[in-house]
């Protein structure tokens, strides 16, 4: 299996722009997670999902930011419109038990908003 | 919420001696925590988790041990090497009414001297 896949692998922006992060989980994880890293706020859980159908999504900052699953096999996270203060490394991670199990990282997209 | 707090947030060690990190969790109901270690440039990876109906786990030269009525819990990495050099990040997972939260640690960041 390739793991779990991200695109892009770095994004160059500028404020204002939306912004569309892609993820693919491993194939047959029913659970799928959306993290921000930032040197200030360490690794933030923003929404995850279980059978394409959002759970929890106490983390996302603010209306700016939206996830979706369409699919078993595909996850979006859009920034709409994009600031600065959204630069971070936003993972991606799946699951095939759950929360409480081992979760599978992606390599990560680098954002930045200039 | 759950506040989980991680110490040191830095440690140098000779290669061959032990590290010793831990973590502090605020709400009795979590269950779950799990370490992951993430080299530089690279994603976060499961290294060891631990349940709480168990108090100690062991894998070849790294072990966690929970303490429940403390609520904290620690990774001990024995015989260090240079490639244990990254940031190892803590973490705790709570079932509440709204679904499943997960917590991660500030993070350590660990150099082995050689």
């Known amino acids: 299996d390739a793991g779990v896949i991200q695109s892009p692998r770095h994004e160059v922006t500028e404020m204002g722009q939306e912004v569309t992060l892609r993820c693919k989980p491993i194939?047959?994880?029913?659970?799928l997670f959306w993290y921000r890293q930032t040197m200030m706020r360490g690794l933030e859980l923003l929404i995850y999902f279980n059978n394409n159908v959002p759970i929890d999504d106490s983390g996302m900052p603010e209306d700016r930011f939206s996830a979706k699953m369409p699919n078993a096999s595909f996850s979006t996270l859009k920034i709409q419109p994009s600031e600065p203060r959204d630069s971070a490394v936003y993972f991606c991670a799946s699951s095939s038990q759950g929360w409480a199990y081992e979760q599978y990282f992606g390599p990560g997209t680098r954002l930045t908003v200039t | 919420g759950e506040n989980v707090e991680q110490h040191p947030s830095t440690l140098s060690v000779q290669e061959g001696d032990s590290a010793v990190i831990k973590c502090t969790y605020s709400?009795?109901?979590?269950?779950?925590f799990p370490w992951y270690k993430q080299e530089l440039g690279k994603r976060p990876q499961l290294i060891i988790d631990i349940r709480s109906n168990v108090g100690e786990k062991k894998d070849q030269r790294i072990a966690v041990t929970l303490n429940k009525t403390a609520k904290h819990f620690s990774l001990h990495i024995t015989e260090t090497q240079p490639e244990d050099s990254a940031v190892y990040f803590c973490?705790?997972?709570?079932?509440?009414?709204?679904?499943?939260?997960?917590?991660f640690g500030t993070g350590t960041s660990l150099t082995v001297i050689p």
């Open positions: 709400d009795s109901a979590s269950n779950y």
């Open positions: 194939s047959g994880h029913d659970y």
């Open positions: 973490a705790a997972s709570i079932k509440g009414l709204s679904g499943n939260q997960f917590y």
